[in-house]
């Protein structure tokens, strides 16, 4: 899988197959003329377009790819990876597969030695995005298990270090999670609006063993830069959700520093 990008910015994802040839409204790219080359190259149409040739970041495979569910943004997935402090060696439990992209991001960030369980309700969904995992890796990694299952209903796993929620009613895990998590293991709840997030720590007080609640928005936006000239885009990724944190206590206690960022 490639992306060619041309002088305006408008990319096109194709996956080269020899004998095949890519066209847009300005010509066309044979593949041959791209297989085997670097990554990098400016390839030319026969009609003198131009064309950048680079592999998809993993932000432009969890945006690009087709979907059933809404994915969780790439502005996103960074500050989740850093938020809950998801570590090379992490034992991380998600629940709601979804498009796979936290799933993908927490593998890649927990390493060949961590490990991701993430249980998913809905049979489509789950099976959409074994099969975005395996576009992206090629095969399902050892240490990755896909589980069909309701975390409402409670799960198996006990001792692991962070718990992933991108559920539409992330306080009926509140339980599960309590009991999957070590104590200082974190908590993460995708929540798109405020009343969500009002449920998701009012039920984080209510069963206790829960500390340090915290929530937050990332808003991006872009520059544009060329020679002289510096000003921000027209457009910008505004608001896609809450990201809510919460640590796990040693005890059924509840522990909330009063200070800005702390709710």
Known sequence: MIVLVDKVGRRHRVRLKAGDRHSIHSGFIAHDDL?????????????GARLLAVRPTFAEQVTGRRRQTQPIYPKDLGAILVG??????????????????????ALRAVGQDGVVVSYEV??????ASR???????????SNLELKLGDVYLGVEERGFDRVLLD?????????????????????????????????FFDCLREVK??????AYEVLQRGWTVRGRSMRPSHRMVAHTGFLCFARRLAEDELFEPE???FR
């Open 35 to 47: 297989i085997g080359r670097p990554e990098g190259v400016v390839v030319t149409t026969q009609m």
């Open 167 to 199: 559920l539409a009613e992330p306080w009926q895990a509140v339980p599960a999670a309590k009991e999957a998590l070590r104590p200082g293991g974190i908590v993460f709840a995708h929540c798109p609006n405020v009343s969500q997030v009002q449920r």
């Open 131 to 141: 099969r975005g995992i395996l576009e992206t890796l090629g095969s399902i990694p």
């Open 209 to 214: 063993g829960f500390g340090m609640l915290e």
């Open 84 to 105: 809950a402090d998801i570590h090379p060696g992490a034992r991380v439990l998600e629940a709601g597969t979804g498009t796979g992209a936290l799933t993908l991001a």
């Open 259 to 261: 200070g800005e960022g």
């Open 122 to 127: 809905r049979e489509e969904f789950l099976e």
